[in-house]
């Protein structure tokens, strides 16, 4: 509305100088043009009169009234000449051609000298008269007239009168449209400056609005420093909390559709000994995801995997969980044997793993795993579509099980808005470039609305793969994509734990409970020194690194020998994998040649424990070990690290971190190390069993305060904020293209 005020305060006095200009020019032009015209009528008669005397005056003999008339008559034959007479000194008419009109008398013309003319308005016209002295022999006193039409004239003049209106008509309108094409493309420009406006784009380098549109710019950006100010306060005020998130959910997405896609599902249901049985699966995902789930009663959809998964369902596929305390869905998904081993085990386990993880495992690229990935990829995509209650959901994607799916669903669902959260490391575009699909990795991948890691060092290498295979505009200060005419914001979000509360936490067996429990499994007395591992039995997580790094520290510290073990649980996991079945096998030999070169008596500096273990007693584990080892060779955050802090409110215990986990970024007061780095590691494991004990409380305390922090629900609402004000733009910037298209 605004620009069509401005177009009109425009163009409307243009219309108006248009008109005044039209009414003086227009008369101008007509006395101009019939001047024109009556000068050349004057021409013409003269020339008439001089080629009848020439004619007249070469005539042989007397000059007859008879013979001048047939040279009259001769001379009249041109059509635009009405007629020709000769009148003598007295007014009367001896000659006139045929069509000389009636009514045109000597006495009316006038005794001119020389050639004079006049207009002489008669019944049936005006018409311009020429007279002449006609000079020759026994007539040398009397006068030529030559009458000329001039209706002819007058319908020249109002031709040209037509054109010259039309000009002013057409040429108004071209400036007319000229600046309505201007002022929509400024308007153009306002709305895209807005827009970038909006969603933060512009404010490291804002965009220059027009100056009638400065005032809305300027409210525009105060409303969203605002905003940001308001939120930054509320997110670093008080602790994050299930509750807190739950609240979030409620006033900053109003209850909107929240849905969760993960390949691995957050609750199994499987037969064990004719029961039905149900259990949780041994990831960090599931771990991260599910107190999010639990506070908004959303959807969450997975591969059902259990071999009793389908007898638990209702018919749309549904079971609400957790089933002690239903609070949200599960929409299982089925994939047949030949699907999970080529979208599962095949693309994106011994495709996309070892390309993400920097562990020295080749990835393995076949067609048909890629075929299934895609296919499964859609299939997940449909029930997405098909659990939409709306037509804008939040929808959560997990992981690198689904780099295609956000943009097969920014196609079905335009205005969702999708978070993709990639859980593991992303690699330098060198290393990604490898895999033969890079392109229609990164193009699926940036059909994200908003694209998480763990640490801005992989949202970097993602910016730089993009920057590298794909034709888009990256703006690095702002971690932005546009992609398509999409943006995408790259954004890192650490992942992290659910913090127990006092209550919770009082609930745990006692410390020395925990101690002698995990002592008496392991076999060993109560004074024993216990360091663990617990992880998935994967070659990223640098078991064998650890386990040559126990070799090391037991020949270097020799008082260790009967004293200490290293217990190190692990989950079987992807065991269908050559890979992983070989990684296995040697970790156990190794962890057997070392118990082999040091045991004695009984003892053995390594038990290996391939099994899965609940979460209790993992945290069991966690209380009861003097420390806890975490090399992984590469990790995109690593939730163990977290959850040993967190299990240890007596303040003792340490921690010894391997430095490429995306965990040691924040947890900079654990014993940092290079797992590699043989001797190193095994120094921190030995400075880790005989740490003081204000040393162990120093450093855990200050552990305990970041994690307890930058809680799993900080994670979730850092990235449901931002969410929350991408949608509330995206409003906004609707609003401001609808009424432009209004106008
Ligand atoms: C680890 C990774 C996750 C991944 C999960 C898959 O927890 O950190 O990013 O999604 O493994 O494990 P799975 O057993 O489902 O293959």
Redesign the pocket.
Known sequence: MKSLRLQLRFLLPLALLLVAAAYITVPLMDRLTLRWFLRDLDIRATFVADTLRGNLSILPGELTLETMQAEFNRANRDERLLGIALCDSQNAMLLRTPSFPEGVECSLVGNPAPTQSRVLPLRQGEIHVAVAPFNIGAFSDDRLVVLHDLSYVHRRTADSRDYLIMFFVGLGLAIALVTVLVAHISWRGWVAGTRALLRGESLLKPFQPPPEMQGVANELRAMLREMDEERRIRLHAEAWSAERLRNLLNTELRGEQVIVV???EPYIHTHKDDKVVVSR?????VTAIEPVMRACSGTWIAHGSGDADRETVDRHDHVQVPPDDPSYTLRRIWLSEDEEQGY?YGF??EGMWPLCHLAHTRPVFRLSDWEFYRKVNQRFADAVVAEARTEDPVVLI????FALLPAMLREKLPNATIITFW??PWPNPESFGVCPWHQEILRGMLGSSILGFHTRFHCRNFLESVDRFMEARIRLEESTITFDGELTQVKNYPISIHWPDAEEAASWPAIDTCRSALRKRLGVPEDHLVAVGVD?FDYTKGIIERFNAVDRLISKYPELRGRFTFAQFAAP??SALDEYQLFVHQAVALAERINKRHGRDGWQPIQLIAENQNAEEVNSHYRGADACVVTSLH???NLVAKEFVAARDDLRGALVLSEFTGAARELEAALIVNPYDVEVTADAIYKALTMSREEQAARMRSLRAIVSEDNIYRWAANMLLDAARMRRTERISARIVSSGEMR
């Not at 699966?281 to 995902?285: D, E, R, W």
């Not at 997990?398 to 099980?401: C, G, L, N, P």
Request: proline share 4%.
């Open positions: 993960s390949n691995r699966p041994a990831s960090g995902l599962y994106a386990n997990q992981d690198y099980h859980h593991i998935r996991t992807r990790d995109g955050m």
